[in-house]
């Protein structure tokens, strides 16, 4: 049956709410493929703490395509700039086969980007800037960054090159003339996984303890051996600067679960304020009730989209 053409369906939601498997079910259905909008799961060995669940792909034996996982080393920092040229390229290829894209994530400011043609510039290195902000504390560095520009990414503080690197990206910003975005602007419609908050809260809770079971300290030991340093696990956040901080003996096992979880927690409704502030700019979400059974949330959005 022909649904209505969208360049681009957009499936967003907070960690653990399953958008993956239902971004993956609508790609079946539309002979689509999908593009991963997870500023984290572009980096190559960070599997488990990322949770990219490449299982969730498969369909019997057929593997839905994806894209923008495992397009970068670890320890690099890949920036929105870049993931935004690489999702161009990943699109292009997508429309150029004939498929339809659906782009799958978590990350607001990724997916706003994209879906939104942000007009975006690559941000020179300033090491004269560097030198002089790396004599002040974070705590001073944060001060001063809100003082700049109001501030919806807290991760920005999470460590003082985190800080640094974002007051680098916004003096850019301000001494170079923003030029007439040359974007495609992507017809895009929104779909969201709304999914009670206790509810989500026990899925992040129980999805901690099996990542951890499935090896999550490993993983970020095995990226230490092969160069990856603390101080750059600490920059991805959340599992990988917890465990590091485990590893660097500054937490103990306990503590680095417990104050995990309790951070992936927030990161999770910092993801629900994101969402509600893209509604307040006039962006129209879709909210599709997490509890609905997944064939049945694909009928809806297939339904909506033949509206």
Same mark, same amino acid.
């Given at each position: 049956?022909?649904?209505?053409? $969208? !360049? =681009?369906?957009?499936?967003?939601?907070?960690?653990?709410?399953? +958008?993956?498997?239902? *971004?993956?079910? @609508?790609? &079946?259905?539309?002979?689509?493929?999908?593009?991963?909008?997870?500023?984290?799961?572009?980096?190559?060995?960070?599997?488990?703490?990322?949770?990219?669940?490449?299982?969730?792909?498969?369909?019997?034996?057929?593997?839905?395509?994806?894209?923008?996982?495992?397009?970068?080393?670890?320890?690099?920092?890949?920036?929105?700039?870049?993931?935004?040229?690489?999702?161009?390229?990943?699109?292009?290829?997508?429309?150029?086969?004939?498929?339809?894209?659906?782009?799958?994530?978590?990350?607001?400011?990724?997916?706003?980007?994209?879906?939104?043609? $942000? !007009? =975006?510039?690559?941000?020179?290195?300033?090491?004269?800037?560097? +030198?002089?902000?790396? *004599?002040?504390? @974070?705590? &001073?560095?944060?001060?001063?960054?809100?003082?700049?520009?109001?501030?919806?990414?807290?991760?920005?503080?999470?460590?003082?090159?985190?800080?640094?690197?974002?007051?680098?990206?916004?003096?850019?910003?301000?001494?170079?003339?923003?030029?007439?975005?040359?974007?495609?602007?992507?017809?895009?419609?929104?779909?969201?996984?709304?999914?009670?908050?206790?509810?989500?809260?026990?899925?992040?809770?129980?999805?901690?303890?099996?990542?951890?079971?499935?090896?999550?300290?490993?993983?970020?030991?095995?990226?230490?051996?092969?160069?990856?340093?603390? !101080?750059?696990?600490?920059?991805?956040?959340?599992?990988?600067?917890?465990?590091?901080?485990?590893?660097?003996?500054?937490?103990?096992?306990?503590?680095?679960?417990?104050?995990?979880?309790?951070?992936?927690?927030?990161?999770?409704?910092?993801?629900?304020?994101?969402?509600?502030?893209?509604?307040?700019?006039?962006?129209?979400?879709?909210?599709?009730?997490?509890?609905?059974?997944?064939?049945?949330?694909?009928?809806?959005?297939?339904?909506?989209?033949?509206?």
């Amino acid at each position: 049956m022909e649904h209505k053409k $969208y !360049d =681009l369906i957009t499936i967003l939601g907070p960690t653990a709410s399953g +958008k993956t498997k239902l *971004a993956v079910l @609508l790609a &079946d259905k539309m002979d689509g493929e999908i593009v991963s909008a997870d500023s984290r799961q572009v980096y190559k060995g960070m599997d488990i703490g990322t949770g990219k669940d490449l299982a969730d792909y498969n369909i019997g034996e057929r593997t839905i395509p994806y894209h923008l996982i495992d397009i970068a080393d670890a320890g690099s920092k890949l920036n929105i700039f870049e993931y935004q040229q690489a999702f161009y390229s990943a699109y292009n290829e997508i429309k150029d086969r004939g498929k339809q894209a659906i782009l799958c994530g978590g990350s607001g400011l990724y997916i706003e980007a994209v879906a939104e043609g $942000y !007009d =975006l510039k690559p941000v020179p290195q300033n090491d004269e800037l560097r +030198k002089k902000l790396e *004599a002040y504390t @974070l705590e &001073d560095l944060a001060q001063h960054l809100e003082k700049m520009k109001k501030v919806h990414n807290k991760s920005d503080f999470d460590t003082k090159k985190r800080a640094i690197r974002a007051i680098e990206i916004e003096t850019y910003y301000q001494t170079n003339p923003h030029e007439k975005a040359s974007n495609p602007q992507l017809s895009n419609i929104y779909f969201g996984i709304s999914i009670d908050r206790e509810v989500r809260r026990q899925r992040i809770s129980q999805r901690l303890h099996e990542r951890l079971a499935q090896g999550l300290v490993e993983e970020v030991e095995e990226l230490h051996k092969k160069g990856v340093s603390i !101080d750059d696990l600490m920059y991805y956040g959340l599992e990988y600067k917890y465990v590091g901080s485990y590893l660097a003996k500054q937490l103990s096992y306990n503590d680095m679960v417990q104050g995990l979880e309790m951070a992936i927690h927030q990161f999770a409704k910092r993801q629900m304020t994101w969402f509600r502030g893209m509604e307040r700019k006039g962006l129209s979400i879709n909210w599709i009730d997490y509890s609905i059974p997944n064939d049945e949330k694909v009928e809806l959005i297939l339904n909506q989209l033949k509206s």
